[in-house]
Each structure stands twice: as structure tokens, then as C-alpha cells.
């Protein structure tokens, strides 16, 4: 009885011992499998294709220097995944300001002010509670000069035993003067895995 | 049996060397003179980085955008990874949108061409590491 016991007890200790333990995985030295849903290197590949050829192709170096505001248009997912898109456009809008190139309204939107605290700051005009010199003036909002906007796409596909996952992430970037696409870029990202491997 | 002075010298040479040993390495004030290309064994072995080229973009504002191009030949079938580390006047990174290694594969007798484009003007330099994805 107590040898059973013993031997019950060192297994479940060894295999305690096998057990994967949850870690941290630093983005900079991931070798981790691929998976065929979207995952954040999906993500960063996207963007980092996007910027580096907005940046080269010259689309946002401003004549007489200084900085476009852009606004953040409509990112359409039509995916099968439920996706943030704000996982692609925060890291171009990010790398876009440090590249002193572009900055980002967050005043204006489709779906409303990104931060409606610009509007609602500007409601305290009227109230006798604040020092009216400390209010924002009328006129001081910036209104933008680009446009981002883009979609998130996905096709799947069976390819003998496998399956293939396909995504396109394309962008435009539009001068909201003429309402011209000044820039666009597509980024394909394409995953062969076995049936069994769900994307949605 | 040493004489008293000889037994002081050895002292102070063994407290010199402590001392010595206790010292900060000293740091380095002008940025490290890099390779521009890092290319690991395992790499070597299936492909050769057949040329490196690198312009500059001139901006509106004066300044330029580093802008650097590699190319690779394969032997056999090859997959890699590669990421740039770009750094600026003072040898600090500066930070590009990822840091990623971008995967890529190669075909036999194919040669690809890929290229950056620097995060920012302040860049002056760069470091392209070619690895073995995981």
C-alpha cells in the first residue's frame, strides 16, 4: 500500500515536472510556432512594411518640411476573427510620430472624436467655475491633411492535406485636399497548416 | 624566513591586484565601430549575401532617410530570418517599428532583394543580422 502510494506520488510529481509553465516571450527573440490565426507578428510585419514604404516612396515628407496630421479613417476586418484593428494602426501611428513625419488627430473620427475630451474641454466656455483664460480658444483645433484607412482580408483555401490561410492587409493614405490615395500598400500574409488548425 | 620588507612588497602587490580587479571596466565614449552585416554559420552554409547597397532619401527638411538593400543567392532550398538595428550619430538605437525577425525562404538558385528604410533622419547607421529561423 505505502509502495503504491510512493510510486503514485513520484509520478505525479514528474509529471508536474513535465507540465509547460506560462512564461514571458520577449517579441525580439520569438521563435515560437506559427499559428494560422493572426498573431502580434502578423501585426508588426504589416505595419513595418507600411511605414518603411510610406517613408521611402516619399508620400509624407511634407514640402517645406514640418509634420502632416492625419486622421484615422474606417479599417475594415473582414476577417473570421474578431481583430482590433488598433493593433495595426496604433503601431503605424506610433512609428509615424517618432518618425517626426506625421502626428495624429485624435480630435476628429467617423464614429466621433478618438478622445472626446478636445470637445468637451471646449464646453467649459460658458461656465463661470473656470478661469475662462485657462479654456481652449475657438480655432485651435487642427483639422487633418491625410487620411488612413484600409482592410484586413481573408480567403481560405484547402491545398491537398493542408489548408491555406490567406491575408491581405491594405492601407491608403489619403490627401484629404483632393482626395487623392497619395499612398497605398497591400501586405500578403499567407499560412499553410495542417486541417486541423482552425483560423476563426 | 623573508625579510620584512620583502613580505610589505608582496602585500601591497596582492592589495594592488585586488584593487585592480575591482575596478569598472572603463565605458567606451564613442559609439563601436560594427559590422553591418551579421551573418550566422547556419546561414552561410545555404546562402551568401551577394551585395549590400545603401542611399540616402533626401527629405524636404533638409535632412535624409537611410535607405539600405541586401541581397541573397541560395545554394539549396533556405529559409532565414533577418532584422536591422538601426543607430544613430551617438551609437543609441533608435527604434524601428518592430523588432522582429522578418522570416523569409529562398528558392535554389533564386536571388532575393530586400530592403529598409530607416525609422527616422537621425539615423546614420545600421546592423543587419542574418539568423536561422526557429
Known amino acids: 500500500m505505502i509502495r503504491n502510494t510512493l510510486a503514485l506520488l513520484t509520478l505525479l510529481v514528474l509529471l508536474a515536472g513535465c507540465a509547460s509553465q506560462a512564461r514571458y516571450i520577449d517579441p525580439a527573440a520569438d521563435d515560437g510556432p506559427v499559428t494560422m490565426t493572426l498573431d502580434y507578428r502578423d501585426f508588426e510585419r504589416a505595419a513595418t512594411e507600411a511605414v518603411e514604404d510610406m517613408l521611402a516612396s516619399g508620400a509624407v515628407d511634407k514640402p517645406g ?12 476586418n473582414d476577417t473570421m476573427q474578431r481583430i482590433d484593428t488598433d493593433q495595426l494602426v496604433k503601431k503605424i501611428r506610433v512609428s509615424m ?26 464646453e467649459l466656455r460658458e461656465s463661470a467655475e473656470f478661469d475662462q483664460s485657462t479654456v481652449q480658444q475657438t480655432g485651435t483645433l487642427k483639422a487633418p491633411e491625410l487620411s488612413l484607412s ?44 495542417p486541417n486541423s488548425s482552425v483560423s476563426w | ?20 580587479a575591482c575596478a569598472q571596466t572603463p565605458v567606451s565614449e564613442s559609439p563601436q565601430e560594427r559590422e553591418k552585416l551579421l551573418v550566422d554559420p547556419e546561414v552561410q552554409y545555404s546562402m551568401e549575401v551577394t551585395e549590400l547597397i545603401e542611399k540616402q532619401l533626401e527629405q524636404t527638411d533638409g535632412g535624409s532617410l537611410l535607405h539600405i538593400q541586401f541581397a541573397v543567392k541560395a545554394t539549396s532550398r533556405a529559409q532565414m530570418a533577418w532584422k536591422v538595428t538601426w543607430f544613430d550619430a551617438q551609437g543609441q538605437t533608435v527604434k524601428g517599428v518592430g523588432e522582429s525577425y522578418r522570416n523569409v525562404s ?20 545600421y546592423q543587419i543580422h542574418l539568423r536561422e529561423p526557429g
Open chain 1, 65 to 76: 518640411g514640418g509634420r502632416y496630421i492625419m486622421a484615422i479613417s474606417r479599417m475594415t
Open chain 1, 150 to 193: 484600409g482592410k484586413i482580408l481573408q480567403r481560405n483555401h484547402r491545398a491537398g492535406k493542408e489548408q491555406q490561410v490567406e491575408y491581405f492587409f491594405q492601407l491608403s493614405l489619403t490627401d484629404l485636399r483632393e482626395g487623392l490615395a497619395i499612398w497605398e500598400g497591400e501586405t500578403p500574409i499567407i499560412k499553410r497548416g
Open chain 2, 106 to 125: 529562398v528558392l535554389p538558385g533564386q536571388t532575393r532583394y530586400f530592403s529598409a528604410t530607416a525609422p527616422h533622419t537621425d539615423v546614420v547607421s
Open chain 2, 1 to 20: 624566513m623573508m625579510p620584512i620588507r620583502s613580505v610589505r612588497i608582496v602585500i601591497l602587490l596582492i592589495l594592488g591586484l585586488g584593487l585592480a
Open chain 1, 97 to 122: 510620430l517618432r518618425s517626426g513625419k506625421v502626428i495624429t488627430t485624435t480630435a476628429v473620427g467617423l464614429d466621433g472624436a478618438e478622445d472626446e475630451m478636445s470637445q468637451r474641454a471646449r
